[in-house]
C-alpha cells in the first residue's frame, strides 16, 4: 500500500507541473550529511544489548548518516516557490564478531567469522517552499556581478516518511549463526533550511548549484515487525528512531 501511494505521486506530478509555464520550473539534485540523535536506539539495543553479548556484537552508535535529495519546484512568484520533493537517507554501523561453536560439554569447537550490520533508511515525498532573501534585498540591482548571481534563501518542507531500522547478521560458515530482523513506521518528517547558492549560467541547463544547511526534526512512533508487534527490549523499553538534527548538503539546480 505504501509502495502503490508513492508510485501514485511519482505518476501525478508531472501531469501537475505541465498545467505551469515551464519556464518557471526547476528540478534539484542534492547529496548531503545528516546528524542523527537515535537516543533509543543507541541507549536500550546498542549500549544494553549488543554491546554486552559475549561475544560483543555491536559497540558503536548510529549517530549520523548520507542522504539524496530530489525536488521539483514550481516559482509563480521572483520571492518564492513552492514544490515537491522525495529524500533517501541512512546510517548504518557494522562490525565482525565472531561466533564460538561449542559441543554438549561446551568444549570449543570452532570459531566462526560473521558479519554484523544495523542499519536505519528512510523514505520521505511531501511539499516545501523557499523564500528568496535576495530579491528581497534586492541583490539583483547591484552593481556587483557576485551579487547579482548570489542566491540567499530560507525554507520548510515537511511530508510522509517511512523508515526501517534493520539488524543483520551473516555468517558463511556457521548458517544458523545468521539472523535478519526489520522494523518499520510510518511518520511526519520536516526540515527548516538556509539555502545559499550562485547562478552560474542562465541557461535553463545546470543552472545553479548551492548549499543548504538545517535542522530536521523527524521522530518516529514505536516502531514494528512485519507482524505488527512492537520493538521492546527486556519487555520494558521500546524503540523508536529518531533522526533529528543538524545537517548540510550540496545541490545542482535545473531550471530558473
Known sequence: MKLKIL???????????SQFETEKLSFEFGYGLNKYSMENLN???????????NPKILDKKLEKGQKFDLSINYRPSKYFNVGLFSSYQ??????????????????????HERNY????????????????????LKLDQKNSKFLQNLKLG????????????????????????????????MDFQGQAFIDIGYYFSKSSLFSSIGIKL??????????????????????EYPINLDFSGLFIGTYIMIGK
Open 214 to 235: 538545517g535542522y530536521q526534526y523527524f521522530v518516529t512512533k514505536t516502531v514494528r515487525d512485519r507482524l505488527d508487534n512492537e520493538w521492546v527490549i527486556f519487555n
Open 7 to 17: 508510485i501514485i505521486c511519482i505518476l501525478i506530478s508531472p501531469a501537475l507541473f
Open 117 to 136: 550490520e544495523l542499519k536505519t533508511q528512510a523514505i520521505s515525498f511531501g511539499i516545501n517552499s523557499t523564500l528568496f532573501l535576495n530579491t528581497l
Open 154 to 185: 530560507v525554507g520548510l518542507n515537511g511530508g510522509v516518511a517511512y523508515s526501517k531500522v534493520i539488524s543483520d547478521m551473516r555468517s558463511k560458515s556457521f548458517p544458523l549463526a545468521s539472523y535478519y530482523e526489520f522494523f518499520e513506521s
Open 43 to 53: 541507549r536500550f539495543f546498542i549500549d544494553s544489548v549488543t554491546s554486552q553479548s
Open 90 to 111: 541512512y546510517g548504518s554501523q557494522s562490525s565482525t564478531p565472531k561466533f564460538i561453536e561449542t559441543d554438549d560439554f561446551g568444549n570449543v569447537i570452532a570459531q
